[in-house]
């Protein structure tokens, strides 16, 4: 099974400035097929998870662009370019390469 | 838009059962795969496995079988999950999801229920 590492479990962030999560994967995350199915979901508190961003960097319709995923093979990270106060929420990264696993969650907090 | 819908809370007794049902509308219903996530509390959410949405065929994760069973109503466009003989560890929400990409691939998960969430006490 893949397990799905976040990094920090808890991040302190003033508004306007960035924040990024870091996700590590037990294995490489390439598919036979060539994609990385790695996302990013975001669960703001009493809300079902919202997905992001999906193979590594794709924007979902409709997602602010503050919000970008980079990485490769067992590497991830989510960067948040100016933290508004809506983005608080825990953010998980997951994936689908093999039979879809989720990180921890990492809480993002305004300080 | 495309959505779906699952009903609110349920509180059953140890050794009981239930079923949390998942209406989608919006969308073909019979295109995409349908996953259930189990959210327990303090817990990381837990793909429990999926539905063919087109065959009707399940599949399930290790941790998940015997007790646990998907089903359809295409006719109402609507997904099921049933626990059966429910335990005090059964206790959490309950979410289905959507596959993003057509023809029944797990890739991601673009549209999630409210979620359910059960409660088993005695």
Known sequence: D?????TPLSSPVTLGQPASISCRSSQSLVHSDGNTYLSWLQQRPGQPPRLLIYKISDRFPGVPDRFSGSGAGTDFTLKISRVEAADVAIYYCMQA??????GQGTKLQIK | QAQLVQAGSELKKPG???TVS???????FTSYALSWVRQAPGQRLEWMGWINTNTGN???VQGFTGRFVFSLDTSV?????????????DTAIYYCARGSTILQVVDAFDIWGQGTMVTVSS
């Open chain 1, 2 to 6: 893949i397990v799905l590492t976040q």
């Open chain 1, 97 to 102: 390469t093999q039979f879809p696993s989720f």
């Open chain 2, 16 to 18: 009981a059962s239930v």
């Open chain 2, 22 to 28: 998942c209406k989608a509308s919006g969308y073909s």
């Open chain 2, 58 to 60: 399940p599949t399930y």
């Open chain 2, 77 to 89: 466009s609507t997904a099921y999950l049933q626990i059966s003989s429910l335990k005090a560890e």
